[in-house]
């Protein structure tokens, strides 16, 4: 639960607006495509992260990409930008979550930077892990498609 330590210390607690929620398993959380501004904290319980991936211009799956434990977050991006949310998150088990108002605490963080930087630079880390992850997939993925599909495979030139 080290963001909660960090959002602990740093008195976020008692300067910004959040609450908690209880979720049953199989309850949606936050849904792909809505907007939101709130980012989400697990406080107990798991959710898994699905994507809605258009197979042709009529068909599309929802795709399983990652599962979260009690102490991860999600929805950190709301706080950076004012775009749809890019997944759907659903309870995998009942769950508690912590919902922090992304505005008050991106508030919060402008006025006090020292007690901020823990908090980014802990939500910058992770926010990497995620990068470096998916481009690890999607090197996997590539790979794969250009091995099955080596005689069809057209380079790109500028």
């Not at 599309?60 to 997944?87: C, H, P, Q, V, Y």
């Not at 926010?127 to 794969?144: C, E, K, P, Q």
């Amino acid at each position: 639960m080290k963001l909660l330590s960090l959002l602990e210390q740093a008195g976020v607690k008692e300067n910004v607006e959040w609450g908690r929620k209880w979720y049953r398993q199989g309850e949606i959380i936050v849904e792909e495509n809505s907007p939101g501004t709130e980012m989400f904290l697990i406080a107990q319980g798991s959710v898994n992260i699905f994507l809605s991936i258009q197979i042709t211009s009529e068909r599309f799956e929802d795709k399983g990409i990652a599962k979260l434990n009690t102490g991860d977050f999600f929805g950190e991006m709301a706080l950076f930008s004012n775009e749809l949310r890019t997944a759907t998150v659903i309870a995998a088990t009942d769950c508690e979550i912590i919902m922090i108002d992304g505005a008050s605490l991106l508030e919060f963080m402008d006025s006090h930077p020292a007690k901020a930087y823990p908090i980014m630079r802990f939500l910058f880390e992770t926010m990497m892990d995620r990068v470096r992850n998916l481009s690890l997939r999607a090197t996997t993925l590539m790979s794969f498609y250009l091995r099955e599909h080596n005689d069809k495979i057209v380079e790109l030139t500028e």
